[in-house]
């Protein structure tokens, strides 16, 4: 089959785009500009479009000779133009009007473990207005909701793992923030079992219909993930929590820095630090406003005060993905 695959630049969209080429199919990528489409020069299995789905004119023509159209693209943090809103519902939308035009049946979506109608964060309800527009369009979709994905390349594990090394780790003075304590559990999955589902989904019509939750094995707080980020790269651990809690209440958040201090001069390690909603939002904020790519962002936040977790076991019948431990499949990517 011929498919059509958008965010193919991405960790993700690169995995598929390997595992798709193994399964036989052939790929036309979609892709913003030539400077964007540059990892694919020289390939002569790829053929690329360029095409942006934030504006609808721009695709005509991209679904010539396609079967089936795989829909990545998102957004975590709004820059610019791509909004929540206007990549997760308006891009769904642009490109769902071209496949329908063109008479494409098959439509694979990406959205997020979390979407849901009333959700708090504006990330989940805008990946919720996409999955509508996805289930009324009258095509045969498929829609997959991954947890967290890890993997070689990704932005998650290696963003904590370049933070317990030098340099990082000398300006932090071996310490490592975590947002809002990380009491959210998560179930972080690995990228190749993700896809392996988008991968198998072209020719599975059970599928179709459907969407899928696509997690681990086990649901763990994000303070264990990070716990497990350091400990599998050979570092100790010390989690700190906020001193006289039981008798000064929220004001010992005040008192953490003091804590982290004295874990630093009894033994240095790698020292967790609960970092209250009340400070985060004030950082989240400023990296908004003085940085062109923040790092974290108030929907991020709000995000992280809510469990994320679902059920693997309908992808587990349909595509026969076993993901491993958490612990398990960092050993294999970090070794």
């Known amino acids: 089959m011929k498919i059509l695959l958008t965010g193919a630049t991405g960790f993700v969209g690169s995995e598929i785009l390997r595992q798709l080429f193994a399964d036989g199919h052939s790929v036309r990528v979609l892709i913003r500009s030539e400077s964007g489409g540059a990892k694919f020069q020289g390939r002569p299995d790829v053929e690329t479009f360029i095409g942006n789905i934030l504006h609808g004119p721009s695709l005509a023509g991209c ?41 494409v049946k098959r439509f694979i979506h990406m959205s997020a473990l979390g979407t849901r109608a009333n959700a708090r964060s504006q990330y989940h ?82 599928s179709i219909g459907k969407t899928y939750d ?31 809690k039981r008798w000064i209440g929220d004001w010992s ?44 962002n108030r929907d991020q936040l709000i995000m992280l005060e809510e469990d994320n977790v679902g059920d693997l076991a309908a992808a587990k019948a349909d595509f026969g993905i076993s993901p491993s431990e958490f612990q398990q499949g960092l050993s294999a990517m970090l070794s």
């Open 125 to 206: 309800r805008s990946k919720w207005a996409g999955e509508e527009a996805v289930r009324v369009s009258g095509l045969d979709w498929t829609i997959f909701r991954p947890s967290i994905i890890y993997g070689r390349g990704d932005g998650f594990v290696n963003f904590f793992a370049r933070m317990t090394r030098p340099p990082m780790n000398w300006l932090q003075l071996f310490t490592m923030p975590v947002m809002l304590g990380g009491h959210a559990h998560l179930q972080p999955i690995p990228v190749a079992d993700v896809a392996r589902c988008f991968a198998g989904a072209v020719s599975k019509s059970e």
């Open 253 to 296: 958040h005040f008192l953490i820095p003091i804590a982290a201090f004295q874990s630093l001069l009894i033994q240095p390690k790698v020292v967790l630090v609960p970092v209250p909603f009340e400070f985060a939002t004030v950082i989240a904020w400023l990296m908004e406003t003085f940085l062109s790519k923040p790092l974290l």
């Open 63 to 103: 679904m010539e000779g396609i079967d089936a159209v795989m829909h990545l693209v998102g957004v975590i943090a709004e820059v610019g133009e791509n909004t929540f809103d206007r990549v997760h519902r308006v891009g769904t939308e642009n490109l769902l009007k071209e496949t329908k035009k063109a008479k």
């Open 214 to 244: 696509l997690c681990g094995p086990s649901p763990l707080r994000l303070r264990e993930i990070v716990r497990t980020i350091c400990e599998v790269q050979g570092h100790e651990v010390k989690e700190i929590q906020p001193p006289f």
